[in-house]
């Protein structure tokens, strides 16, 4: 039962793409819905399994011949989670389409087409299959998977400016792909298959090799230095597909993929552990840098998403060295940050479709004319900054709380730890600086003339609030 459901949701929304491409154009959005809530059911169900089955991993084997594995499954605390993720912030993101994608939009009016939805629901499959693949054959099938949808979801307008950015992103995160190519060549030459577990086995210096291939891959899909120059830019799709594949989900791959990799290979050689403290720490600094003078609040929160997957490599990169805390919260904070980011480009949307205008200077007094989208706001900043009672309170507490216990035994960490925390305490600084600019006060011409919110859109941004203040607590009942 459960593999017929972890197939079910890699295979359903693939099927949902193909139907939305032969029905007439007006019900495209509605076999999105009808798939995206189907495959939201399965990955339930496949969660629901693996808890009732008590046991630490289910590994299901689909395509072997002899010793070597080629395709396969793994079910297991950390994919389930992820896996209800990226499926139901697909369906999410899918609910909030239905309404964005109009002529009532005021600032990109536009009835989506059935290749918007196709490419969305290719996307949730792929994405379900490369976070319970087990091999990384699997995960490189699935990587190249994301990387076209994202190529025909960032240029969707067909602009020049978005065909550019698409071409861009495409090229780039595929050149990270030699990394995953790499290591799935060099783990099939050592062990004679393409199976994770192999991992554990190796000698030290293989070991090291593949990891850091799979590293290269996971900088370029997750925007990291040197290979993070395609995601702003790539905030030229539809708001939607901002909130998910450049919040949600795309740029979770590269995280997903490195904490898997440690998660296989037992001891993991300590260089690895460095090279990625070191690169998300000057990643962590560059991207908080580099959102200061960002007035498109898409644009800002594009940089703002390349310095919060920074703290989830400096999380898996501090596990290494022994820190169960610090790889519990660091795919917590992938889960957190999913629900909080896609919550604050959803708001940006919400901001271009009643006003339109996602400028911040243009938007003030929101809190009396659209009440909301100012709570809506107000929660995603003070989600991401890390202030409780919200979600990315709990995941970067249990990271510096890491950190510091490292430190006593690795004392070159303290310096490290304390720079990334004066990060944090400046982005909440910059972040409520807006927030007193745009919330609050008499409202600008841009809010005052705003239509009203469609009842898709806000119950979106309910639900995302929700999360934001209950998803901690899910990871961390989850992940025990």
Not at 69 to 92: C, K
């Amino acid at each position: 039962m459960i593999q017929t459901l972890a197939l079910a949701t890699i295979l359903v929304p693939f099927v949902g793409a193909a139907l939305a491409l032969l029905v007439p154009k007006e019900a495209a959005k509605w076999i999105a819905l009808l798939f995206s809530v189907l495959a939201s059911l399965c990955v339930i169900g496949v969660a629901a399994a693996f808890r009732q089955a008590d046991i630490p991993v289910i590994e299901l084997d689909l395509v072997s011949f002899g010793q070597a594995r080629f395709f396969g499954l793994t079910l297991d605390a950390v994919s389930t989670l992820i896996g209800f993720a990226v499926v139901f912030l697909g369906f999410l993101v899918c609910v909030y389409s239905t309404a964005y994608l109009s002529d009532g939009n005021r600032e990109h009016p536009h009835v989506g087409r059935p290749r918007y939805y196709a490419f969305l629901l290719v996307f949730i499959g792929a994405m379900a299959g490369l976070v319970f693949s087990s091999t990384v054959l699997g995960q490189l099938l699935f990587f190249e998977i994301t990387g076209a949808c994202s190529w025909g979801l960032i240029g969707y307008y067909e602009k020049p400016k978005g065909l550019r950015a698409a071409m861009k992103a495409l090229i780039i995160t595929h050149i990270a792909s030699i990394g995953l190519y790499f290591a799935a060549a060099y783990l099939f030459a050592s062990t004679g298959s393409f199976a994770l577990s192999g991992l554990e086995h190796l000698d030290s210096g293989v070991k090291t090799a593949i990891l850091l291939g799979i590293l290269v891959a996971a900088w370029g899909k997750s925007a990291q230095l040197p290979l993070h120059m395609w995601l702003p830019e790539a905030m030229e799709a539809p708001t939607p597909i901002s909130a998910y594949l450049h919040a949600a989900s795309m740029v979770k791959v590269g995280v997903y993929i490195f904490a898997r990799g440690i998660m296989s290979a037992g001891v993991v050689p300590e260089v690895v552990g460095v090279v990625g403290v070191v690169m998300a720490l000057i990643t962590l600094v560059y991207g908080f840098a580099m959102y200061l003078p960002q007035k498109d609040m898409k644009r800002l929160l594009a940089y703002s998403t390349i310095t919060q997957l920074s703290y989830i490599f400096l999380a898996l990169s501090l596990s290494i060295f022994g820190s169960t805390l610090a790889f519990k919260g660091g795919i917590a904070h992938i889960f957190n940050h999913a629900f909080a980011k896609s919550l604050f480009f959803l708001v940006a949307g919400a901001f271009s479709y009643t006003c339109g205008t996602r400028m911040m200077p243009a938007l003030r007094g929101v809190m009396g004319k659209l009440p909301l989208l100012g709570i809506s706001f107000c929660v995603a900043a003070l989600a991401i900054t890390g202030v409780p009672p919200f979600n990315g309170f709990f995941s970067k507490f249990a990271i510096f709380s890491a950190g510091f216990e490292l430190s006593r035994e690795h004392i070159m960490f303290l310096p490290l730890i304390v720079l990334a925390m004066i990060e944090s305490v400046a982005s909440f600084a910059w972040f409520l600086s807006w927030f007193g600019k745009i919330v609050p006060g008499q409202a600008s011409p841009e809010v005052a003339a705003s239509q009203p919110v469609p009842f898709a859109i806000k119950f979106v941004l309910v639900t995302l609030i929700i999360m934001s203040l209950c998803s901690s607590f899910i990871a961390a009942a989850w992940l025990g």
